[in-house]
């Protein structure tokens, strides 16, 4: 069985490298998790997880210099995928072998976890949410975060994928929060998932390169994550259906 989640927002710095982690994390309690660095021209999972002085990375595999086995990393309970951070190998790497690497962990994974490139950023983007059974939103909860956010939806709703949930971080007002989380309701097809607390806490994990819910499992931002977790109902989806269905996916072009 496996699913395949793309955590997406419009804009970067949002909090999807960080929600990745922190739901693989999560969802490593009770099912096998890969997690994949997509976001290739801006790849950050290295710094997140330990991983900044591996050999192989996503890069070398999108390149066709490496197979894929040779990138996962066993780590915090997970399989993760990094990718490198030169402008090099992020130039010679073929986006479009992605559902390949994709396609190959699908055999061997319950949930797969695509770290995603800001959504509105370039047409290549969108791969991830392309690719995925359902997107997982990264919101701020500002009017602007909310606005990408509906496009981000938008964007993956045309390609048929649909909105697992919803997830507000770096939240400083716990009363604003309910009423933008209760107008946000309305217009985002997934449940809202949690709401994580902008917390010193998560600044620090990263520059211990060490996920949240390894370096302060108890924190209230880690709470939230093991809430949004457990909201989320994973769809088991046949393996060798999934896997099929990556290899004869169709790129939308990049022009
Ligand atoms: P993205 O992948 O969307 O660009 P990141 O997960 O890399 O976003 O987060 C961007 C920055 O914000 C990082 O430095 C991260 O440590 C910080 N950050 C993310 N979530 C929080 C939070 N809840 N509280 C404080 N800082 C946060
Ligand atoms: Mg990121």
């Known amino acids: ?3 395949v989640f793309a955590v997406a927002s419009g804009k970067g710095g949002t909090g999807k490298t960080t929600s990745t982690l922190a739901l693989g994390m999560a969802l490593a309690a009770e099912y096998d998790v890969t997690v994949i660095d997509a976001d290739t021209g801006m ?3 290295l710094f997140h997880a330990g991983l900044s002085d591996v050999e192989t990375t996503l890069h070398e595999v999108l390149a066709g210099n490496a197979p894929v086995e040779e990138a996962v ?3 915090f309970g997970m399989d993760v995928v990094p990718c490198g951070t030169s402008l ?3 130039r010679e790497a073929e986006p479009g072998r992605l559902r390949d690497v ?3 962990l699908a055999e061997r994974t319950d949930v797969i976890l695509l770290d995603s490139p800001a959504t509105l950023g370039s047409r290549s983007a969108v791969l991830p949410i392309v690719l995925a059974d359902r997107i997982v939103v990264v919101l701020q909860p500002t009017i602007p975060s909310l606005s990408d956010g509906l496009k981000v939806q938008e964007y993956a709703t045309t390609y048929g994928t649909d909105v697992a949930g ?3 971080n770096r939240v400083t007002d716990d009363e604003a929060i309910d009423r933008i989380a209760t107008k946000a309701q309305r ?4 449940e809202t998932l949690a709401v994580v607390p902008e917390s010193e806490t998560v600044r620090a994990a990263r520059r211990a390169s060490e996920p949240l819910l390894a370096h302060a499992p108890d924190s209230p931002p880690a709470e939230s994550y093991w809430e949004a977790a457990s909201a989320l109902t994973v769809r088991p989806g046949e393996s060798a259906a999934v896997a099929d269905r990556f290899r004869s996916a169709v790129i939308p072009d990049d022009s």
């Open 1 to 3: 069985m496996v699913e």
């Open 166 to 168: 919803i997830l507000f």
């Open 187 to 190: 217009y985002f097809e997934g």
């Open 73 to 75: 990393y066993r780590r």
């Open 88 to 90: 090099g190998g992020f």
């Open 43 to 45: 790849a950050n999972i």
């Open 102 to 104: 994709v396609a190959t």
